[in-house]
């Protein structure tokens, strides 16, 4: 059904040149054996499907990978999404272990498989659809890697013939306390027992960047215990390559009419939550939006704004990252450019005019797109940070300002400066204190929100002007000031609506 | 070959009629370089033509005017700056390659205009558009998949993509400002300079040891800061996603100015990191304690406390040292260990406590990189031996062999070399170059040594076989 190698000819249409030879040869179609409950994807499916199935299997597919999708931009811990995707995964995508003795293993196995591939080439189109899915599958296989039973996880392991090379006997002596200084956090004693890996350090970068593995003269030895990450880098390495096959097999698609809707029409489905942040939806009516009017906004501000704010205001500076964060955040409420260069111009009230047109205004230009790149002008600059960009990129260094406070920050700081913007109450701090130990960042931040606005939350709820679906988690700055903004200013916003109703 | 500076003017070029040029190059170097002997020419008459204009040049000199001044930086461009061993080191090769034709540079006019995307076909064309353009520093960005002029005639921008550019490391000494006590900001002197000897021993080292790396080259940064190019060709290739996994693996002090503790690492200790600690214990207690002196300061020595584990121990930490003001910082480092023997505190962990006193090490040591330099491909950096356009220093590269002996000021400033030339006195031998002339000549030297390493382990080794299989057949 489903071509990732150009040159093989459709099975249907190949021709058998010696029909003699017909009953030597193996079948076009192979009935596909699912051995094991995970697959590599290695091999595409080649039985018929009815296109109800061809649909529905893939629909189901994505709600799992959106799911996932939103866990991630929630920040959820591991467990915590684990524990979130159970009963999603029982009903869309059931796959169980083959010591279950399922009745339905083949089933479920073959409809993993098939849709898998259906939304290969859904998503294969773009560079950016090829990175989001391969993001999407991988936290799906890691998952279902993490809850497979330890035997049958090593037998799927072992059937990947990875080429991992053992490290033999005598170079783990020559570097034997190295090696036990990274199995050593585990319980002592083990290391002995415990087998190494010798890779080049290219094929587990992850391990890499956490310091989880010894290097030497560029081989990583990686102990047996992490094989399921260098399984799961692995997956996505193919994973990457498969689907820019498929984007180049994907325009002989074309003449098939009956699947490039269904497709097309799944990967429009695909949308990410925070990816494109719509400014319009953002902008909040009836704002005074201006330079002079910032102060007056900036209670409105999360935390992690506020806080740049206080700084600037402290200091008449911000570092880059921290400047860059703000401006956008600013373009994000629907400060045009003039005002924000007004803003910057008199808040960095301790350089000169000329300082400040050499070495600042061109950034602001930049993020709102005035100048720069092609792209970046056809795009009207970058879009404004979300919490997850804040939370996972470019963590705050020496001397800088941005992040965010609930992560950056330590218990100390962040108490304090809670303290200082007028939350007192001990109980709100005392749960921000938990989230942040428990690194539920959004959860802090979200349980300041429905603190400050308890009042407003009630009414709306009381009242029913806002739905539930408009009261859900904050997962970016520009939401947050936007809603407690409106709450804020309830009543006035009411009564200009009925105004103009009325006027109507 | 002999004037091609005067011929055509800065306008031209702005107004894109250079680019026609360029691509005229561009056909007869694809043609030039199947043949070996026409493109060498150009590049050996260079130095010529500048040597030749040398008798009449020191009358033009007189007084020498500041580092950003045209006619110094024409001077500096046209005798002194390395063009040829610039051109191989990108280059990779003798005869030009796509490898320096694709390669992106970055010019920044005086003023303050900032042009991107130049590339050059020929070492001569680079030089040619500098010294029209006279710019106060230029960057190097990566090789791209087609000429970066042509970006714009590609029929899907996803075909414009960087492919490979040297792993870059960027230490600056303001990123030192919350514990260097003897400068701040954009001021430094040879005592904070010693973190910057520190930071170099320490990713040089892991660099080699642990990825293998070989052809590293640092070069200083002009005013307070360092640069590192890994050149090696594996290296260069490397995705972004290797790039971060290098970053993450050598990036230890983190956190933000609110952060609290910077250092927070696994125990047991990494051999990266027990290794880094071995090399920086003898620099803490030489470099930090007794010539930064940090903790002298009441407010400095209470954050020393917050990075102590242990609040009994700190109570009478805090008691001692109130009460003899002017603590020297060793001394305040010593009356931990020595309050703690004496039993100050009942409920001490000595384990939490030594771990407690490595990361202050770390902290107070350990290379504070600017990691967003290393992680991307596309990330452009100032080019060697540019001239700091506020120090008037040239970028230099740092003798990792001598490496305690640089000192950031002595490197040379251009108005220096150019008076080096006028008072030179030596034999004018034949084919000499201006820069041998002055206190210039041990960093090109060791510039050229470093290229050619380079440049002997890229030589495609299909090529050498064809020839050793061609000499066993005769």
């Known amino acids: ?504 | 070959m002999a004037e091609p500076v005067a011929l055509p003017t800065t306008t031209d070029c702005v107004n894109g009629e250079e680019k026609k040029e360029v691509k005229l190059e561009d056909l007869f170097g694809d043609v030039d370089s199947d043949d070996e002997f026409p493109s060498l020419r150009p590049k050996q008459q260079t130095p010529q033509s500048s040597s030749s204009d040398a008798p009449s040049s020191p009358t033009e000199i007189g007084p020498i005017g500041k580092a950003s001044d045209p006619e110094v930086l024409r001077m500096f461009y046209q005798r002194l700056f390395p063009w040829r061993h610039l051109f191989q080191w990108l280059n990779h090769a003798p005869t030009p390659t796509n490898d320096f034709a694709h390669r992106e540079f970055a010019l920044t006019l005086r003023s303050d205009a900032y042009l991107r995307y130049r590339s050059f076909p020929t070492s001569d064309l680079l030089r040619k558009e500098i010294l029209q353009l006279l710019p106060v520093r230029f960057e190097i960005g990566p090789v791209y998949t087609t000429n970066p002029r042509d970006r714009k005639q590609m029929k899907n921008s996803s075909a414009f993509k960087p492919l490979a550019k040297e792993l870059c490391f960027d230490i600056d000494l303001t990123d030192y400002d919350d514990i260097r006590t003897c400068c701040d900001q954009a001021n430094i002197c040879i005592k904070c300079w010693s973190f910057m000897t520190m930071a170099i021993k320490v990713i040089d080292v892991a660099l080699r040891e642990d990825f293998g790396f070989k052809h590293i080259m640092w070069v200083y940064s002009g005013r307070r800061g360092a640069h590192a190019w890994v050149c090696d060709k594996k290296t260069r290739a490397m995705d972004d996603q290797k790039r971060r996994a290098i970053a993450g693996y050598l990036e230890v002090v983190r956190g933000g100015a609110q952060g609290g503790k910077k250092v927070n690492v696994r125990r047991p200790l990494h051999p990266h990191l027990s290794r880094s600690l071995d090399i920086l214990a003898p620099h803490f207690q030489s470099d930090i304690l007794s010539i930064q002196d940090p903790w002298a300061l009441d407010d400095r020595s209470e954050h020393l406390l917050s990075l102590l584990p242990d609040s009994g121990l700190n109570a009478s930490l805090r008691a001692k040292w109130n009460s003899s003001p002017g603590r020297a910082s060793a001394q305040k480092w010593a009356d931990i260990d020595a309050l703690a023997k004496s039993g100050a505190s009942k409920s001490l962990d000595a384990k939490a406590l030594l771990e407690a006193k490595q990361d202050i090490v770390l902290e107070y040591t350990y290379p504070r990189l600017d990691i967003e330099v290393s992680k991307k491909l596309n990330h452009l950096l100032k080019s060697p031996f540019v001239v700091h356009p506020g120090t008037g220093r040239v970028c230099v590269p740092i003798d990792t062999r001598k490496l305690e002996n640089f000192d950031p000021l002595a490197v040379p400033t251009v108005q220096q070399l150019l008076s080096e030339i006028d008072e030179w006195k030596g034999e004018e031998g034949k084919g000499m170059q201006d820069w041998e002339k002055t206190s210039l000549k041990p960093y090109v030297d060791y510039f050229r040594t470093f290229v050619l390493a380079l440049m002997k382990d890229e030589k495609d080794p299909r090529v050498k076989r064809e020839r050793d299989e061609d000499s066993m057949e005769f």
Not at chain 1, 103 to 111: F, P, V
Not at chain 1, 155 to 161: G, R, V
Request: glycine share 4%; net charge positive.
């Open chain 1, 1 to 504: 059904m489903l071509r990732s190698d150009n040159n093989r000819i459709d099975p249907k249409r190949r021709n058998v040149l010696d029909h003699r030879k017909k009953q030597f040869a193996d079948p076009a179609y192979k009935e596909s054996s699912y051995p094991h409950r995970l697959n590599f994807y290695a091999v595409p499916p080649t039985a018929d499907i009815t296109l109800e199935q061809f649909e529905q299997w893939a629909i189901d597919r994505l709600r799992i990978l959106a799911e996932l999708e939103a866990c991630s931009f929630r920040n959820k811990s591991a467990q915590e999404t684990a524990a979130h995707m159970k009963p999603l995964l029982e009903k869309y995508l059931p796959l169980d272990s083959n010591s279950s003795a399922s009745s339905r293993l083949t089933a479920e196995r073959q409809k993993d498989h098939y849709s898998h591939f259906i939304l290969r080439l859904a998503f294969a189109s773009t560079e950016d659809l090829r990175r989001r899915f391969t993001r999407v599958e991988t936290m799906l296989f890691r998952l279902r890697l993490n809850d497979d039973i330890p035997r049958e996880r090593n037998a799927f392991i072992q059937s990947l013939n990875l080429d991992w090379e053992p490290a033999s006997e005598e170079e783990r002596r020559s570097i034997a306390s190295e090696l036990a200084a990274l199995s050593g956090f585990r319980k002592a004693g083990r290391d002995e027992e415990e087998s190494w890996f010798k890779v080049d350090w290219e094929r587990v970068p992850d391990l890499v960047e956490g310091r989880r593995v010894f290097l030497k003269a560029g081989k990583a030895y990686v102990p047996s215990r992490e094989q399921t990450s260098m399984a799961v880098t692995e997956f996505t390495k193919r994973l990457e390559r498969a689907l820019e096959l498929t984007a180049r097999a994907l325009p002989r698609l074309d003449e098939d009419d009956r699947l490039t809707p269904i497709l097309d029409h799944l990967s429009k489905n695909f949308i990410t939550p925070d990816a494109s942040y719509n400014s319009s939806s953002s902008s909040v009516p009836g704002a005074d939006i201006s330079a002079r009017n910032v102060d007056n906004l900036s209670q409105n501000f999360p935390l992690c704004m506020q806080n740049l704010h206080r700084l600037l205001r402290r200091d008449a500076h911000l570092k880059h990252v921290g400047r860059l964060q703000y401006t956008l955040f600013l373009k994000g409420i629907g400060l045009n450019l003039e005002e924000c260069l007004v803003f910057w111009r008199a808040s960095f009230n301790k350089i000169t005019d000329d300082t400040f047109n050499k070495e600042y205004r061109y950034y602001v230009r930049h993020a709102y797109g005035d100048v720069g790149g092609d792209s970046i002008r056809r795009g009207g600059g970058y879009s404004p940070y979300s919490c997850q960009k804040i939370l996972t990129e470019h963590p705050p260094g020496p001397g800088e300002a941005h992040g965010c406070p609930y992560r950056h920050f330590n218990v100390e700081n962040l108490t304090a400066l809670l303290q200082a913007v007028g939350i007192t109450d001990q109980g709100v701090l005392r749960g921000v204190k938990e989230d942040k130990e428990s690194q539920k960042f959004h959860m802090a931040c979200n349980r300041v929100f429905e603190y400050v606005h308890k009042k407003e939350i009630k009414r709306v709820k009381d009242e029913g002007i806002m739905t539930s679906a408009q009261l859900e988690t904050i997962v970016h700055p520009n939401e947050y000031f936007k809603r407690s903004y409106l709450l804020k200013n309830l009543g006035k916003d009411m009564t200009k609506s009925e105004n103009v109703k009325m006027e109507g």
